[in-house]
């Protein structure tokens, strides 16, 4: 079937991908139900400020002292102009797939996401599983895109892996 042989080739370029570059930093709860991606601490983004990739272009660390809490997610700003953006327009600034991999969604995977491997597209956040994979998606961005948003639904409540 399509999607199994999809989902074994993505999991076969992730495997890939994961031994030729740095594996991203784990983030994501192995075996979370939840829909957006945090650490053990329900930290979202590992920490970068979601205001920053749409405003300064750049994944930038937040800082502790600039918190704000969004579906459950703690995230974190580089600055209190950054957090006062978001607080006044959350959904704007979270990422797509609740910060899971845009390639994992897909393919129907809920897969972690790096926050340095991402991508403003139709100012929507899109993280991907690392840089690479990150590429792989891009030469087909709108497909994946809509892909994505089709599987999504049916596998948001799915357990996460890494």
């Known amino acids: 079937m399509y999607k199994t042989r999809s989902t074994l080739m993505l999991l076969a370029g992730?495997?890939?991908?994961?031994?030729?570059?740095?594996?991203?930093?784990l983030?994501?709860?192995p075996g979370s139900r939840a829909e957006v991606n945090t650490d053990a601490d329900g930290l979202a983004l590992?920490?970068?400020d979601?205001?920053?990739y749409f405003i300064d272009g750049a994944a930038t660390p937040g800082q502790a002292q600039f918190t704000a809490v969004y579906q459950g997610a703690r995230y974190q700003f580089a600055s209190e102009a950054d957090l006062k953006k978001f607080q006044a327009d959350p959904a704007a600034y979270t990422p797509q797939f609740g910060g899971f991999c845009a390639t994992g969604a897909a393919y129907g995977e809920k897969?972690?996401?790096?926050?340095?491997?991402?991508?403003?597209v139709d100012d929507k956040l899109y993280l991907n599983y690392n840089k690479s994979v990150a590429a792989q998606w891009s030469q087909d961005t709108s497909?994946?895109?809509?892909r994505a948003n089709g599987e999504?639904?049916?596998?948001?409540?799915?357990?996460?892996t890494q």
């Open 14 to 25: 992730l495997s890939l991908a994961a031994s030729l570059a740095a594996a991203p930093a």
């Open 27 to 29: 983030a994501v709860v």
């Open 46 to 48: 590992q920490g970068y």
């Open 50 to 52: 979601p205001v920053a």
């Open 111 to 120: 897969v972690n996401g790096d926050p340095t491997a991402w991508r403003v």
């Open 143 to 146: 497909g994946n895109i809509k």
């Open 152 to 160: 999504w639904p049916t596998i948001k409540d799915n357990a996460a």
